[in-house]
Nanobody, 119 residues
């Protein structure tokens, strides 16, 4: 299974970006989706996640600004980011727990996409 993240870029404060994370390969079922972000200092933070068919949950710092959505037909997760601030600058990584008959449930990571918010 491969996860391909895209959609990052340079944006001014107050701007918006939409990230995508597409899963491909041997997939019977996707159990969880999650967005993480990693700062240049190396800290990794869970931004938000979706477990099973539940509603997304978010870290407090992005609530009301970021929205996770899932397109099950395309095995793709999106992260709509609005009202961006310089503190949102990070490399955004996607993670998914994927079930396949041969491997069972396995966590996979995408390589990530860089988001830079500059004045």
């Amino acid at each position: 299974v491969q996860l391909q993240a895209s959609g990052g870029g340079l944006v001014q404060p107050g701007g918006s970006l939409r990230l995508s994370c597409a899963a491909s390969g041997k997939i019977v079922r996707i159990n969880t989706w999650a967005w993480y972000r990693q700062t240049p200092g190396g800290e990794r933070e869970l931004v938000g996640s979706v477990i099973g068919g539940g509603s997304p949950t978010y870290v407090d710092s992005v609530k009301g600004r970021f929205t996770i959505s899932i397109d099950n037909a395309k095995n793709t997760m999106y992260l709509q980011m609005n009202s961006l601030t310089p503190e949102d600058t990070a490399r955004y990584l996607c993670q998914s727990n994927v079930y396949d008959w041969s491997t069972g449930s396995v966590y996979y990571w995408g390589e990530g996409t860089q988001v830079t918010v500059y004045s």
